[in-house]
Antibody, heavy 118, light 107 residues
Framework: QVQLVESGGGLVKPGGTLRLSCVAS????????MSWIRQAPGKGLEWISD????????NYVDSVKGRFTLSRDNAKNSLYLQMSSLRVEDTAVYYC???????????WGKGTTVTVSS | DIQMTQSPSSVSASVGDRVTLTCRAS??????LAWYQQKPGKAPKLLIY???SLQSGVPSRFSGSGSGTDFTFTVSSLQPEDFATYYC?????????FGQGTKVEIK
């Protein structure tokens, strides 16, 4: 079945780095844009980035520009989010999602938790 | 950035009730709007896309309407499994933005 599985979350100190991964299965990964969305504890959803099917076009929300880097490896059906200069306010559950029709997130992973704390 | 404002923030309702939620965009987004349902500890689920199109497999008691800046989401007859938080999301421009959510609670 169509599935996304995130990994790589954990506890990191402010200023630290972390790399999240998302492995896709059950669909042709290289045909889809992919996205990351996060949710801080008790808060709403925040879209943070997406990447085109080829990997050539990437969009970021301003709050992570210059700190987060999104990439993909279509041969490995994998999406990566390299996070650096992490801040306390980056603490959240990070969801990987498939972008359908270039506009909407129709398949979501279960999420991976990132905690930034000293 | 386009701001999405949902109202109310929460609503109490009973099984069988008709519930209508609203979402307002800070600028014209045409019909580039989606609605998601999220239950505690779970990932969001896409229910409605393009403002009024029902995602495959989603029950027909869910519906959406609107265009431009004002949108509504309706559950025609609330079921026990519908108690959740609902988010709207605009797809007109980057960054994609979500409303703050409406929590549908049991009365």
């Amino acid at each position: 079945q169509v599935q996304l599985v995130e990994s790589g979350g954990g506890l990191v100190k402010p200023g630290g780095t972390l790399r999240l991964s998302c492995v896709a299965s059950g669909f042709t990964f290289r045909d889809y844009y992919m996205s990351w969305i996060r949710q801080a504890p008790g808060k709403g959803l925040e879209w943070i980035s997406d990447i085109s099917s080829s990997g050539y076009t990437i969009n970021y929300v301003d709050s992570v520009k210059g700190r987060f880097t999104l990439s993909r490896d279509n041969a490995k059906n994998s999406l990566y989010l390299q996070m650096s200069s992490l801040r306390v306010e980056d603490t959240a559950v990070y969801y990987c999602a498939r972008v359908w029709g270039l506009d909407y997130m129709d398949v979501w992973g279960k999420g991976t938790t990132v905690t930034v704390s000293s | 950035d386009i701001q999405m404002t949902q109202s109310p923030s929460s609503v109490s309702a009973s099984v069988g009730d008709r519930v209508t939620l609203t979402c307002r965009a800070s600028q014209d987004i045409g019909t580039l709007l989606a609605w998601y349902q999220q239950k505690p500890g779970k990932a969001p689920k896409l229910l409605i896309y393009a403002a009024s199109s029902l995602q495959s497999g989603v029950p027909s008691r869910f519906s959406g309407s609107g265009s431009g800046t004002d949108f509504t989401f309706t559950v025609s007859s609330l079921q026990p499994e519908d108690f959740a938080t609902y988010y709207c999301q605009q797809a007109n421009s980057f960054p994609r933005t979500f409303g703050q959510g409406t929590k549908v609670e049991i009365k």
